[in-house]
């Protein structure tokens, strides 16, 4: 698993990276579903009713779960460091664009460590912003994989939750993206490049990601996949 290491610019990452701003989201969301339904829990208890009272105690126990998810969620995903430290070091390009916004297109191995082999999938996210690249097809876009499953018990050969995170969501530094860029096998983006017109296949496909038949594979990352 390849990784790659640079100093994250906090007031940057706080200020563009998505997959943050997701995590806020999520975590302002489950505080207002909690108190909506705290609210409903006292409406109905006050009715003095044995039917309220349990409607009230069934939205009680919800208000308590969005609660335990907001503060559940940042914990799951860690600190932005974290995210770049244990994800793996991916291709991706854009590969579709919008009035405001990019569709990148990755190549990302979502095989788990324990995988005999490699199951290599073409992966999309749909970014607003990518500082220090320009949004033109087949602009490269060095990224980390961010991979989890959606519970602990998942027994699949490969990650349930895969998603590429821009470098340049990190840091400023054109110099590090140079070198994230160059740090990725030209074999990968070469295959990349060649798989760009499926972006949107890919997109309407589930989980928003397509798995890679071996037999289309470069020899290279068969035999990377061996020797892991």
């Not at 916004?101 to 290599?120: C, F, N, R, S």
């Not at 821009?166 to 990725?184: K, M, Q």
């Not at 017109?197 to 061996?226: F, T």
Request: proline residues 6%; charged residues 25%; aromatic residues 6%.
């Amino acid at each position: 698993m390849r990784h790659f290491e640079f100093a994250v610019d906090h007031g940057h990452a706080k200020a563009v990276n998505e997959t943050l701003g997701d995590v806020r989201r999520l975590r302002v969301s489950s505080i207002i579903v909690g108190l909506l339904f705290a609210a409903g829990a006292v409406w109905l208890y006050l009715r003095h009713s044995p039917w309220s009272y349990i409607l009230a105690a069934v939205l009680a126990v919800a208000a308590v779960m969005s609660w335990w998810v907001s503060v559940w969620a940042p914990r799951k995903v860690g600190s932005i460091e974290d995210l770049y430290r244990r994800g793996p070091l991916v291709p991706a390009m854009v590969s579709e664009t919008r009035p405001r916004g990019a569709t990148i297109l990755a190549l990302i191995d979502i095989a788990k460590p324990e995988t005999a082999v490699p199951h290599y999938a073409l992966v999309v996210r749909n970014v607003r912003a990518l500082p220090g690249h320009t949004l033109t097809e087949g602009e490269r876009v060095p990224s980390v994989a961010v991979l989890s499953d959606r519970n602990t018990s998942s027994t699949a050969e490969t990650w349930q939750l895969v998603s590429p995170m821009p470098i340049a969501w990190g840091t400023r530094d054109r110099g590090v993206l140079r070198r994230a860029v160059d740090a990725v096998d030209p074999v990968e983006w070469q295959l990349l490049r060649k798989n760009l017109a499926v972006s949107e296949k890919v997109r309407g496909a589930e989980n928003e990601r397509m798995l890679i038949d071996p037999h289309d594979l470069p020899a290279e990352l068969l035999e990377r996949g061996d020797d892991a």
